[in-house]
Structure formats: C-alpha cells, structure tokens
C-alpha cells in the first residue's frame, strides 16, 4: 500500500543555515512522482519540488533540493541558506502513475530561528 | 502562474444550511480536488474530478457532493452543514500526466476556506 512517513514532528534551524527534513515512501510501482510542499500558517498550501521515480538526477529549485534515494525509499528535502519566511509546515506527497490519488504525509513544522 | 482561487477565506454556517464551496483554477488542468484538513489528521480527499462532470470519491465523501459542469471551476456542496464539518477546506488542481516522461503533476492548491458550523 502507499504510504508517506514523515517522522520529524518539528525542526528548528538556525538562519542562514542549511536544513533536511526527512521523507521515506513505500509503493510497489515502479513508476511514481515525489512532492513538497509548504504551508505557512495562512494555510495555503505551496508546491516546491518535484521528483520523478526514474530521474538520473536530483531535483533542484533555487534553495531547495531534493535528495532522492531510490534503494532506500527516501526523498529528503534540504533547504539551504534558511531564512525566516521558511518557517512554516512541510508535507511529502507522492502519486503513483497511472492513479490520481496523492498521498501525504503528516507534515514537518520547521522553525528558523533569528 | 498557476492560479486556483476559492470562493471564500472564510465563512461561517449554521447547522443545517447548505454551503456551497467553489473553486475556480486558470491552468486547463484535468484533475480537481477537494480536502479537509483537520490538526492531527493530515490532508484527507473528499472527492475529486478527472475531467467534466466525471467525479470519484475520495476518502471521506460522507456528508458532501460536488459539480463540475465546466473544466474550470469544481464546487464543493454540503447538502446539511454540521458541526463535526467545521474544517479547514482545500481546493486543488493538477495536469494529468498519462505517460512516462511527461511528469505526474503537481497539485496546484487553492488559499483554503475556513469553514465554522455553529
């Protein structure tokens, strides 16, 4: 079954420095798309990344990267140079191909603090 | 830029009333959802919508219905508002992407209405 496991309740980093928050995945098909998202407190909920499961490489939006272990099932957000619009709630979502349901995780609350 | 609106920020009910939750989105996307979201219990999908007046349930369709007679624009109807309905409410949309290369798409979401049944 899918399944989203994000285990980090909340974070808190320093500003200016880098953060990961941890995403792992379980499905049975080979074919699938990995999402972030984030959520400041106003409640709108705004995509940052994606990641498809047969991508050679890493995605990568300006500060955001995703680090992408297939082998492991892992799809790890790292945000450098944190900045204090950064804190905010973080969800992983994946979708398999072929299915139009996404599944989320419980989310992240990341704290940058000053 | 991809633009989903909802019809409200927020709003407020009283049981029994019928509420109409609209949702309007710019980018000829395919795909349309509806969530509740509630602290503790995550994203949860009320229904969604594949392409014209073609609809699926989704987890919790229990108390909702919804329309979708122009590919833009998904609304959300609670036939007899209650109080366990007081949620957050999350409209979505997204490109359908049905072959390999062409990247399943991202969901697109809309600023959320908080709805209160008193």
């Known amino acids: 079954a899918q399944k989203i496991t994000q285990t980090q309740p909340g974070m808190f980093v320093q500003e200016k420095e880098a953060v990961t928050l941890d995403c792992t995945y379980d499905?049975?098909?080979?074919?699938?798309?990995l999402f972030w998202y984030k959520q400041p407190s106003s409640g709108e909920m705004i995509f940052l990344i994606y990641?498809?499961?047969?991508?050679?490489q890493n995605a990568t939006e300006g500060r955001y990267s995703l680090n992408f272990q297939k082998a492991r099932k892992s799809a790890n957000l790292v945000i450098s140079a944190s900045q204090l619009g950064d804190s905010a709630m973080y969800f992983c979502?994946?979708?398999?191909?072929?299915?139009?349901?996404?599944?989320f995780g419980t989310g992240t609350r990341l704290k940058v603090l000053a | 830029d991809v633009k989903v609106t909802q019809s409200s920020r927020y709003l407020v009910k009283r049981t029994g009333e019928k509420v109409f939750l609209e949702c309007v989105q710019d980018?000829?996307?395919?795909?349309m959802f509806w969530y509740r979201q509630d602290p503790g219990l995550g994203l949860r999908l009320i229904y969604f919508?594949?392409?014209?007046?073609?609809?699926e349930k989704g987890d919790i369709p229990e108390g909702y219905s919804v329309s979708r007679e122009k590919k833009e624009r998904f609304s959300l109807i609670l036939e007899s508002a209650s109080t366990n309905q007081t949620s957050m409410y999350l409209c979505?949309?997204?490109?359908?992407?049905?072959?390999?290369?062409?990247?399943?798409?991202?969901?697109?979401f809309g600023p959320g209405t908080r709805l209160t049944v008193t």
């Open positions: 499905t049975s098909d080979p074919s699938y798309g």
């Open positions: 979505a949309s997204s490109f359908l992407g049905t072959k390999p290369g062409q990247g399943l798409g991202a969901q697109y």
């Open positions: 919508s594949y392409d014209v007046k073609m609809k």
């Open positions: 980018m000829d996307h395919e795909n």
């Open positions: 979502a994946m979708r398999e191909f072929g299915t139009y349901k996404y599944i």
């Open positions: 990641q498809g499961s047969y991508d050679q």
